[in-house]
């Protein structure tokens, strides 16, 4: 009985401190920064020594200190392409955020880099489902390149400063 009735007690404590995490009031406006882990599959066309072609699809996490932004514990999927000349390249994409709750955010992101390097680049957000529908705002970030953890699988960290605005 003592067991059960423990059980019980630990199962409300923690379900309310949860709703405290989940359940945050986000802001119609502001402003945060983050960092994205990811890791994704990809698939390179190489055409000679000077072209490539890298489509992938990555996913992560989301970390920030501001408990009160929409990327507040959210995964994010991101499915782009990366086109390399001579060793530059400009990449392209889309991701869908979604927070604890089920509710998704979108983002259009394009950005430039050189291959080996860092990239830098910006992402605009375009809607959501939920409290996020016609979210708008936009990201700055950049990008570092790991190397993956198996063969075929890409890593890499992100480092964002973002706005937004919910109607």
């Known amino acids: ?3 059960t009735l423990m059980v019980v007690i630990l199962s409300l404590v923690l379900l309310t401190s949860a709703g405290f995490v989940f359940g945050a009031e986000i802001p119609k406006e502001g402003s945060a920064t983050g960092t994205i882990g990811f890791t994704g599959a990809y698939q390179i066309l190489p ?11 990555a996913r ?11 990327l507040y514990m959210a995964s994010v999927q991101c499915v782009g392409a990366v086109k390399a000349i001579k060793g530059e390249y400009k990449e392209f994409g889309l991701c869908i955020y979604t927070r604890p709750d089920g509710d998704q955010i979108y ?15 910006a992402t605009t957000w375009v809607g959501g489902t939920g409290k996020y529908e016609g979210m708008t705002g936009s990201a700055e970030w950049t990008r570092t390149s790991l190397r993956g953890p198996v063969k075929g699988a890409g890593a890499s ?3 964002m400063n973002y706005n937004w605005k919910i109607p």
């Open 60 to 70: 992560g996490v989301v970390t920030t200190d501001n408990e009160a932004s929409p």
């Open 47 to 57: 055409l000679g020594k000077e072209y490539l072609q890298n489509n992938y699809d």
């Open 157 to 159: 960290f992100l480092k």
């Open 107 to 121: 983002g259009s992101y394009e950005g430039t880099g050189k291959m080996g390097g860092s990239a830098k680049g």
């Open 1 to 3: 009985m003592k067991k």
